[in-house]
Protein backbone atom coordinates (compact mmCIF):
# COMPACT_ATOMS: atom_id res chain seq x y z
CA UNK A 1 0.00 0.00 0.00
CA UNK A 2 1.32 3.55 -1.07
CA UNK A 3 1.81 6.28 1.80
CA UNK A 4 0.00 9.55 1.42
CA UNK A 5 3.43 11.24 0.57
CA UNK A 6 4.52 8.47 -1.65
CA UNK A 7 0.73 9.10 -3.61
CA UNK A 8 1.56 12.89 -3.63
CA UNK A 9 5.37 12.47 -5.03
CA UNK A 10 3.87 10.21 -7.44
CA UNK A 11 1.11 12.63 -8.83
CA UNK A 12 3.77 15.65 -8.94
CA UNK A 13 6.09 13.98 -10.99
CA UNK A 14 2.99 13.48 -13.66
CA UNK A 15 3.81 15.67 -16.67
CA UNK A 16 0.04 16.45 -16.67
CA UNK A 17 -0.10 17.86 -12.67
CA UNK A 18 -1.17 21.40 -12.57
CA UNK A 19 0.94 23.40 -10.79
CA UNK A 20 -0.73 26.53 -9.48
CA UNK A 21 0.84 29.75 -7.76
CA UNK A 22 -1.67 30.69 -5.24
CA UNK A 23 -0.47 34.04 -6.15
CA UNK A 24 -1.10 34.63 -9.41
CA UNK A 25 -3.39 36.00 -11.50
CA UNK A 26 -3.74 33.66 -14.58
CA UNK A 27 -6.43 31.76 -13.16
CA UNK A 28 -10.16 31.50 -12.85
CA UNK A 29 -11.54 30.61 -9.30
CA UNK A 30 -15.62 30.17 -8.50
CA UNK A 31 -16.99 29.17 -5.78
CA UNK A 32 -20.47 28.28 -4.48
CA UNK A 33 -21.50 29.64 -1.12
CA UNK A 34 -24.62 29.18 0.87
CA UNK A 35 -25.36 31.83 2.68
CA UNK A 36 -27.18 32.24 6.13
CA UNK A 37 -28.34 35.48 6.81
CA UNK A 38 -30.82 37.23 9.83
CA UNK A 39 -34.30 37.15 7.72
CA UNK A 40 -35.12 40.28 9.41
CA UNK A 41 -32.11 41.86 7.55
CA UNK A 42 -31.95 39.76 4.48
CA UNK A 43 -32.71 43.02 2.30
CA UNK A 44 -29.83 45.12 3.92
CA UNK A 45 -27.29 42.21 3.70
CA UNK A 46 -28.29 41.45 -0.13
CA UNK A 47 -27.28 44.82 -0.54
CA UNK A 48 -23.96 44.94 1.03
CA UNK A 49 -23.34 41.56 -0.57
CA UNK A 50 -23.31 42.97 -3.71
CA UNK A 51 -20.25 45.26 -3.20
CA UNK A 52 -18.13 42.51 -2.89
CA UNK A 53 -16.56 42.07 -6.46
CA UNK A 54 -16.79 38.88 -8.23
CA UNK A 55 -19.81 38.05 -6.18
CA UNK A 56 -23.26 37.39 -8.05
CA UNK A 57 -26.93 35.98 -5.55
CA UNK A 58 -28.58 33.06 -7.40
CA UNK A 59 -31.34 33.06 -4.95
CA UNK A 60 -32.87 33.42 -2.00
CA UNK A 61 -35.98 32.74 0.31
CA UNK A 62 -37.70 34.60 3.15
CA UNK A 63 -35.77 32.49 5.59
CA UNK A 64 -32.21 34.33 5.14
CA UNK A 65 -30.42 31.54 3.26
CA UNK A 66 -29.22 32.71 -0.03
CA UNK A 67 -27.12 30.87 -3.28
CA UNK A 68 -23.80 32.55 -4.02
CA UNK A 69 -21.19 32.49 -6.48
CA UNK A 70 -17.90 34.54 -5.71
CA UNK A 71 -16.02 34.54 -9.64
CA UNK A 72 -12.57 36.23 -9.51
CA UNK A 73 -8.85 36.20 -11.56
CA UNK A 74 -7.15 34.97 -8.65
CA UNK A 75 -7.09 32.57 -5.25
CA UNK A 76 -6.24 35.74 -2.77
CA UNK A 77 -8.96 37.56 -4.37
CA UNK A 78 -11.63 34.63 -3.71
CA UNK A 79 -10.03 34.15 0.08
CA UNK A 80 -10.71 38.03 0.14
CA UNK A 81 -14.16 37.96 -1.08
CA UNK A 82 -15.29 35.47 1.34
CA UNK A 83 -13.62 37.06 4.34
CA UNK A 84 -15.52 40.35 3.29
CA UNK A 85 -18.88 37.96 3.25
CA UNK A 86 -18.39 36.44 6.42
CA UNK A 87 -17.36 40.01 7.95
CA UNK A 88 -20.75 41.76 6.98
CA UNK A 89 -23.36 42.30 9.63
CA UNK A 90 -26.47 40.74 9.76
CA UNK A 91 -24.77 37.20 8.57
CA UNK A 92 -25.04 34.42 10.84
CA UNK A 93 -22.96 31.84 9.19
CA UNK A 94 -21.27 30.97 5.69
CA UNK A 95 -20.62 27.73 4.34
CA UNK A 96 -18.30 27.18 1.18
CA UNK A 97 -20.16 24.50 -1.10
CA UNK A 98 -18.18 24.30 -3.70
CA UNK A 99 -14.77 26.01 -5.39
CA UNK A 100 -13.23 25.38 -8.38
CA UNK A 101 -9.89 27.05 -10.43
CA UNK A 102 -8.28 27.00 -13.81
CA UNK A 103 -5.27 28.34 -15.09
CA UNK A 104 -5.93 30.33 -17.89
CA UNK A 105 -4.11 30.95 -21.11
CA UNK A 106 -3.34 34.09 -22.83
CA UNK A 107 -6.23 34.25 -25.77
CA UNK A 108 -8.77 33.44 -22.51
CA UNK A 109 -7.07 36.21 -20.03
CA UNK A 110 -7.86 38.57 -23.18
CA UNK A 111 -11.02 37.71 -23.59
CA UNK A 112 -12.07 37.87 -19.85
CA UNK A 113 -10.50 41.64 -19.73
CA UNK A 114 -12.15 42.32 -23.12
CA UNK A 115 -15.85 41.10 -21.51
CA UNK A 116 -15.12 43.21 -18.14
CA UNK A 117 -14.01 46.58 -20.18
CA UNK A 118 -17.35 46.31 -22.08
CA UNK A 119 -18.87 45.78 -18.64
CA UNK A 120 -17.94 49.28 -17.31
Same mark, same amino acid.
Given at each position: ??? !?????? *? %??????????????????? /?????????????? =? /???????? @????????? *? *???? /??? #???????????????? &????? #? !??????? &??? =?? %?? *? /????? %? =??? !?? @?? %?
Amino acid at each position: MMT !LTEAVS *D %LKSDENYLKVNMSEKNVIS /VCGVMVFALPEKRT =E /VEARMLEI @SGLEIHGAN *D *DGKL /VVT #IETPSYKETGDAVTRL &QKLEG #I !LSIAMIY &QHA =EA %LD *D /VEITQ %L =ENN !LE @SK %L
